[in-house]
């Protein structure tokens, strides 16, 4: 592995020194297996709670042979790495541990020996037989969607024995869930989320003072409830899930946006009007409000000149009927 293909902070070998770049490495490196078969080494601390198992994990990797310029696998090329899920996804025991150890956020190098690697036989032709690797591993963001599918198979009989926060908790996963299925393009997937999120706090009946945290996360849903719709080219519900966001927040810059977009698509243009000059009033510098006011008057534009049009040629057709009467 050269020097600028090296992982970041290797220290470099000494010439006099016999032991390998990786034995050199597993000095510093903490135990996390027990046995010395997985180790790791924290190169940028994450935040909040540890991966949990069953979790669905967002991350970026790299993997290294001792003595190799260049990695052997890596999703770092892709634009948006794939969720993937743990006990069923990953493949490698060691990455599996390693997750386990980690927080969002969170960069870090592992050593994984064999055992916990690809074994006595390797993979061919990459992977040699007995191979200890090393992976670099950046954890993105995780989810904990076992515990959320688990509560949504519950009847609402049985959600209702536990907390709110617990029924917040689960919805916010379901929306983080459809937040990552449409940045993937899968809009009817992530609908899907959003409304299961939005099913599970409709069915709770909660206390007038706790009411406002049900009504907070029941927002951001909704909204991107909106913005979901439009993506399949639904406007009517779109307007409709958008409206119910300002029922809420009747100041919502959002809110106000995604019905005024609605009502473009629906051709209603002074309802469109209407929500987007709100809007414009609530955030002036907007710029996709401001974008979208100006595409508003352009098709508007048009469809005075379509209507002119249509009515020159009614009347037109009228004066030639009533001439040819008079003939």
Known sequence: M????????????????CQSQFQRLSQKMLDISGDRGVLKDVIREGAGDL????????????????????????????????????????????MEL???????GELARFLFKPTYAYGALGCPPLIP??????????????????????????????????????????????????????????????????????????????????????????????????????K??????ALRYGEQALVIDQKNAKALFRCGQACVLLTDYEQARDFLVRAQKEQPFNHDINNELKKLASYYRDYMDREKEMCHRMFASRENGSTVGEH
């Open 51 to 94: 991966v949990t198992p069953d979790a669905s994990v967002l991350v970026k990797y790299s993997g290294y042979l001792e003595h190799m310029d260049k990695p052997f696998d890596s999703n770092c090329f892709r634009k948006t790495p794939r969720l993937m899920k743990l006990g069923e996804d990953i493949t490698l025991w060691g």
């Open 98 to 104: 390693g997750l386990l150890s980690m927080r969002k």
């Open 2 to 17: 050269s020097a600028s293909s090296r992982p970041q902070n290797e220290v470099p070998l000494a010439g006099a020194d």
């Open 232 to 237: 399949l080219h639904r406007p009517s519900t």
């Open 129 to 230: 037989p007995n191979a200890t690797v090393l992976f670099e591993i950046e954890l993105l963001d995780f989810l904990d969607s076992a515990e959320s599918d688990k509560f949504c198979a519950l009847t609402a009989e049985q959600q209702d024995q536990f907390p709110l926060q617990k029924v917040l908790k689960v919805a916010t996963t379901e929306k983080d869930l459809g937040n990552y299925l449409f940045r993937q393009n899968r809009f009817y997937d992530a609908k899907v989320r959003y409304k299961q999120a939005l099913l599970l706090l409709h069915r709770r009946l909660v206390p007038a003072e706790e009411q406002h945290l049900v009504e907070a996360t029941k927002l951001l849903i909704l909204l991107n409830l909106s913005l979901v719709y439009l």
